[in-house]
């Protein structure tokens, strides 16, 4: 068992075993079947190449062997840190295969969490793009092995330089005798995508994860007919398992790979594969919805599967009928945790909240600020425990004794409410709560109204030091066109029916929002640009040029 790693209790996983959540089924088994059954079916289409089913359990099998001779085994960490590529499918099989434990990084990624990540899960290997989006990930190896030596193996997709070359490995040869796992350990780390500071890791075991992959695909009826469309980074929980690449082609189905998710690259993609399935975050499914016409998409077979940001259901209405595509709604979390509207739900659950759990294991708490359960409506911070949400981040135990209650529930530090049938509506972070004079402001709460105004495309909110009122509230608005104005979003308020207390106190109009490496947005940047006057250095991030200052009220 990888040291760090925080097991489930052995009578829990008993249960979650008896009752057929967990099978003890490997993930690095994904592909072999469909290969047997049919090896000639298209496992990957990109913009670049398809690979089959086949080409795909042999190719995995070469780098898995190839790892082997470097001396990478079971337990070896290895950062993967791969863009949408058929690379990274196969060395994801590949590791499974060998028993050694990939650690996904986004290839957004660079020096300072790629160090740390080396460091906290002491890395044997590195495998990387040689240029992606005019990045050079070789400067950055080498950057990453002067500060860790430790590193000892860095492998590239394309031009190698001094490194070891993927495409050595090959892509066939003798199949590959894979290495006894224990289905209940760790299978990969995943990064949390908290908003403050360095990525924690999340273990995720082959039993949890192929559950997971499994329960999604049935609940989006995704099987050997389906097309998932990876607009997402596939280091995404969200794209890789929900059911993502990985459970598409559990299920058999066929994986598009879209190099970026922008809608000259999509909008074709999906149409020449018959996209099925995909996940976006509501930012992009606007953009989808706003470009639809230009490009003439047909996305009625689409189902789109949307999380990671507030949505209003105005917004949700509208691009569904813009796109002509299904809409579900998702609440995840990398640690496990699924909540999320199923396809025949009724309109005002589909559209008005997060739906219910993935699972009948999983167990949910809502609580108040003293650990005690609140009523059907009321909000309070959601607490959960089930058969994919981890005991434990990785290696990080004083972290894990104020994230987990004694009987194991994590808290998710998310504010939400239940209502009578059981679905769940997110208010937002529960530390994410604007104190104005007495007064609780959940920010999330308000992000989705501000992001059903018609001149604003995404929205964030912060609370800012008040000598009157303790806090008050500044919104930092993104424009859909001309400038959305304070009073002008005060009167769409007012008519959305907000109470007034919660409305914007001071508003900033910034050509983006800043994110952090695990792509949320980063809510202490924009607390610090708020404590800034407009007309002051440095201007607030993501901010619009000197010629067109931020507007600020």
Known sequence: MLPGFVAYPEDVADRYRREGYWTGAPLGEIARAEARRDGSRAAIVSTRESVSYAELDNWADAIGTGFRERGIGPGDRVIVQLPNIPEFLAVALALFRIGAIPVFALPAHRSAEISYLSEHADAAAYVIPDVHQRFDYRDLAREVRRARPALREVVVAGEPAEFTALAAFGRGGRPLAPAAVDPEGPALLLLSGGTTGLPKLIPRTHDDYAYQLRATAEAMRFGRDGVYLAALPMAHNAALGCPGVLGALAAGGVVALAGNPSPDQIFPLAERTGATLTTLMPSLLRLWADTAGLFGADLSGLVVEVGGAPLSAETADRVAGALGCTLTRWFGMAEGPLIFTRLDDEPAVRLGTEGRPLSAADELRVVDDQGQDVAPGEPGELLVRGPTTLRGYYDNAEYNARTFTRDGF????????????????????????????????????????????????????????????????CAFVVPAGGPPTLAGIKNFLTGAGLAEFKFPDRLRVVETLPRTGAGKIDKNALKAAAGRRADQNPPAPGSAPASSPPSEA
């Open 410 to 473: 994590l808290r998710t530090g998310d504010l939400v409410c239940r209502t009578a049938e059981g679905n769940l509506v997110v208010r937002g972070r529960a530390r994410d709560v604007i104190n104005r004079g007495g007064e609780k402001i959940p920010a999330e709460e308000v992000e989705t109204h501000l992001q059903a105004h018609p001149e604003i495309d995404e929205a964030a909110v912060v609370g800012v030091p008040d000598l009157a009122l303790g806090e008050k509230t």
